[in-house]
C-alpha cells in the first residue's frame, strides 16, 4: 500500500490543522491505520492508531482531547483532526499501515508508511 501525507503547514497555538493520508495500491479496510511524528532531535511518538473498520481508536495521552483520528474507507483516507496545537507539538508527521492480519491497531509495529508532512506551530 502506497499512503501520501498532506495538511501540514504553519498553525498558531490554539488554532487548528488537519492532515489527511490518502492510501492507494491495495484494499484499504485491509488495514489499520496509524500517525506518528517525530520531532528535530527526538524519537519517532506513536501518536494515534484507527482500527481497519474505524470502530476502534488508540491516542497517545499527550494528545488524547486535543486530536482525533479518523478514517473514510470510501475515500481510501484517514485523518488526524489537530486542535489547540502546541508548540511542542510541531514535528514531522507520517501515517502509517498495517494489515489488519498483522495484530493489533494499537501497537506501534507498523509496515507502511507515507512520506512525511511538517506542522510547525508558533506561540
Known amino acids: 500500500v502506497q499512503l501520501q501525507a498532506s495538511g501540514g503547514g504553519l498553525v498558531q497555538a490554539g488554532g487548528s490543522l488537519r492532515l489527511s493520508c490518502a492510501a492507494s495500491g491495495r484494499t484499504f479496510s485491509d488495514y489499520h491505520m496509524g500517525w506518528f511524528r517525530q520531532a528535530p532531535g527526538k524519537d519517532r511518538e506513536f501518536l494515534a492508531a484507527?482500527?481497519?473498520?474505524?470502530?476502534?481508536?488508540y491516542y497517545r495521552d499527550s494528545v488524547k482531547g486535543r486530536f482525533t483520528i479518523s478514517r473514510d474507507n470510501a475515500k481510501n483516507t484517514v485523518y488526524l483532526q489537530m486542535n489547540s496545537p502546541k508548540p511542542e507539538d510541531t514535528a514531522v508527521y507520517y501515517c502509517a499501515a498495517k494489515g489488519r492480519d498483522r495484530g493489533s491497531y494499537y501497537s506501534p509495529d507498523y509496515d507502511y508508511w507515507g512520506q512525511g508532512t511538517l506542522v510547525t506551530v508558533s506561540s
Open positions: 484507527i482500527s481497519w473498520s474505524g470502530s476502534y481508536t
